[in-house]
């Protein structure tokens, strides 16, 4: 049986004040990063020395509605939005996890994948230690806690030197926050403050939403550790190449991050101007695929010289269809999430950017859309490469079979989504717009080649 494969959103708050309560911050930070999970959400809070932990299925606030209701207090709490790709619905697998352990009870959340998990699923299981989930962060949590006799930080240091894979996590005690990102830096974290409260978010967005400074962002292989006495930085691992996932640049993070220190709408905007480049073409209008293609559509239509406009709404109150857990959801909540605007489509050759393709069930349903809005041409503009190899570090994309691209050449893509054009942007532009070499970024999904062994 695999593993659960999470792509989620972290934030904890950390007062330095004991009276202060920061679980209004937790749940606008959590807010803030719903974007990265819409299937369940949880806290973990400390109160009167031990953890407590409210969770639930559903969007931050219909899976918190415990906690609004009984509006507990504390100066240390640790939240987690999630979405599974495995499709299992289950509050079991609902982070944080608390274990009783012989440093304490310790929460933990975590983002990413393991591509060693099985074989420290079978270490631990072989000791004799009972897993309840099927979840990586219950494994790091259990590696932890075996090394019973170390103190926190060199259990730490010790579970993660067996963990191969794409990390960020936090680690609550009763006395102070732990956060660690994999060697590479696949998965982002970051830290800010607000006076006598430190955060820790996946993505620095949330500490605007908050009112707090942006501090910096957690480096690869370093351990940050949050208590009364301030913040304490150190590597524990190794560092090795950079790999920051490149889909966190192209569809993950909100717009309004900073992610390696580079602005994310910036980055897009960059990658629409390079597939104008490529790619140039003439049309009557520029439009996005709301929302994700927004910035890289005011890209390439600054490139081109070509007006930009708003040709389909969306539904606000559907949720992203990618990141639903089955694929009968997604094609439902298609149905739901877009409406064509006629007078602004009429006898158009309209180019379309998105910024991906991955199934192709969001592009083929688009296309008919503008083409039922009375557009007379439509030109996909993708502002990625294809697709086309399996995701092992966390994207909900780990069945070859799924990827529309792993099958199809780019005529029969566009045939499949009935496009009268489609262009893809090259991998050598996508490194050109974010300013990366290929070694200094994870791009396995376009590329087939993977920063590490897989081991899955």
């Known amino acids: 049986m695999a593993e659960i494969t999470e792509e989620c959103g972290i934030f904890a708050a950390f007062s330095l004040n004991a009276d202060e309560d920061v679980v209004p911050f937790v749940y606008n930070g959590l807010f803030s990063l719903q974007h990265r999970g819409q299937e369940a959400a949880g806290v973990a809070l400390l109160s009167n020395g031990s953890i407590e932990v409210y969770k639930g299925l559903g969007l931050v606030n219909q899976a918190l509605r415990e906690i609004e209701g009984k509006s507990p207090t504390s100066n240390m709490v640790l939240g987690h939005v999630r979405c599974s790709s495995s499709g299992e619905r289950s509050v079991v697998n609902v982070q944080p996890f608390v274990g009783h352990t012989a440093h304490g009870d310790i929460a933990i959340a975590n983002n990413g994948n393991l591509v060693n998990s099985r074989n420290l699923r079978e270490d631990l299981t072989k000791r004799g230690t009972l897993l309840q989930t099927r979840t990586d962060a219950e494994l790091i949590l259990a590696s932890i806690a075996k090394n019973s006799r170390l103190d926190m930080q060199s259990a730490i240091s010790q579970a993660v030197s067996q963990t191969v894979g794409a990390y960020s996590f936090v680690l609550m005690d009763s006395n102070s926050f732990y956060a660690l990102r994999d060697p590479q830096g696949m998965k982002p974290l970051c830290v800010g403050r607000l006076a006598d409260i430190y955060m820790i978010s996946s993505e620095s967005c949330a500490f605007e939403n908050c009112g707090a400074e942006f501090l910096f962002e957690i480096d690869p292989g370093e351990l940050v550790i949050i208590n009364q006495e301030g913040i304490q930085r150190q590597n524990v691992l190794s560092i090795e190449d950079p790999a920051l ?17 580079k602005s994310v709408h910036q980055i897009r905007r960059a990658l629409g101007r390079e597939l104008g480049r490529e790619k140039p073409l003439d049309a009557d209008l520029v439009m996005a695929a709301p929302e994700s293609g927004t910035s890289a559509a005011l890209g390439l239509a600054s490139e081109l010289g070509l007006p930009f406009d708003i040709g389909l709404v969306k539904n606000r109150y559907v949720g992203r269809t990618f990141i639903r857990p089955d694929q009968k959801t997604r094609q439902n909540a298609l149905r739901l999430k877009l409406t064509p605007i006629a007078p602004v489509l009429k006898d158009k050759k309209v180019i379309l950017v998105d910024d991906s393709i991955v199934r192709g069930n969001t592009s083929r349903k688009t296309v008919k859309l503008l083409r039922e809005g009375g557009a007379k041409e439509v030109a996909v503009y993708i502002a990625s490469p294809p697709f086309k190899h399996p995701c092992f570090y966390g994207v909900d994309a780990t069945n070859p079979k799924d990827l529309i691209a792993n099958s199809l050449s780019k005529e029969e ?44």
């Not at 893809?424 to 920063?451: D, H, M, N, T």
Request: hydrophobic content about 45%; some cysteine.
């Open 245 to 261: 996932c490149v889909f966190e640049y192209i569809y993950l993070a909100r717009p309004d991050s900073i992610l390696a220190g």
């Open 413 to 456: 893509i566009r045939q499949a989504i009935g496009a009268d054009i489609l262009e893809f942007l090259s991998l050598e532009g996508l490194y050109r717009a974010i300013g990366v070499s290929a070694q200094e970024i994870c791009s396995g999904c376009f590329s087939g080649k993977y920063p590490t062994v897989i081991d899955i």
